[in-house]
């Protein structure tokens, strides 16, 4: 979607690698969030992030790590990346209000598909 | 653990109203109805929300019953386009996504 930009967008790794995927906004939203998507689970909420160098964690945050040093950049990391960590990734931005009801809406990445041998 | 109930699918016929309906009995006061799609492998897409009133922009319109715990989404004129994943979503902050409903539009 227009001002969210995930790279790269297709991933081939082996088990045991470090990779790190990264989110740029440029919309300047404080908010951002990284999801999973699988087959029969539908998104899972894995980390977010508040502020420059605030983050917090999601119901899926084991194996993974994030840091934001800057506003419009979000990374994800995957240590020592595991089969099961195969998946598309979606970043999100949580936008200023919307509407006649006074609430932030999230938009979305194209995502990126990662795939773990 | 999704706050809502939703059909896993419906079907609608391409210049008919689709009209998706989602339970959310335990939403919260200051909690948002959300509505977003996923059309195959793209992000989701925010399509409305609403608090208490019921809500139309270009994309669709929401419907909220008075005691805010139903809701319907209205894709007015549906197209092969609108063919896509719908999640509906009640949260104050953090959304979570259940497995939404599989809407087909057919000619």
């Known amino acids: 979607d227009a001002g969210i930009t995930q790279s790269p967008r297709h991933k081939v790794t082996e088990t045991g690698t470090p990779v790190t995927l990264r989110c740029h906004q440029t919309e300047n939203h404080r908010y951002m969030y990284w999801y999973r998507q699988d087959p029969g689970h539908g998104l899972r909420l894995i980390h977010y992030?508040?502020?420059?160098?605030?983050?917090d964690k999601g119901e899926v945050s084991d194996g993974y790590s994030v840091s934001r040093s800057k506003t419009e950049d979000f990374l994800l990391t995957l240590e020592s990346a595991t089969s099961s960590q195969t998946s598309v990734y979606f970043c999100?931005?949580?936008?200023?209000?919307?509407?006649?009801?006074?609430?932030?809406?999230?938009?979305f990445g194209a995502g990126s598909r990662l795939t773990v041998l | 653990d999704a706050k809502t109930t939703q059909p896993p699918s419906m079907d609608c016929a391409e210049g008919r109203a689709a009209n998706l309906p989602c339970n959310h009995s335990?939403?919260?006061?200051?909690?948002?109805v959300y509505w977003y799609r996923q059309i195959h492998s793209q992000g989701p897409q925010y399509i409305i929300h609403g608090l208490k009133n019921n809500e139309t922009n270009e994309m669709a319109s929401l419907i909220i019953t008075e005691d805010r715990k139903s809701s319907t989404l209205i894709l007015p004129h549906a197209t092969l386009r609108d063919t896509a994943v719908y999640y509906c979503i009640v949260a104050y902050s953090t959304l979570t996504f259940g497995k939404g409903t599989m809407l087909l539009v057919s000619p």
């Open positions: 992030s508040y502020g420059v160098k605030d983050t």
């Open positions: 999100a931005t949580l936008g200023p209000p919307g509407g006649s009801s006074g609430a932030n809406v999230l938009t």
């Open positions: 335990t939403i919260s006061g200051n909690e948002y």
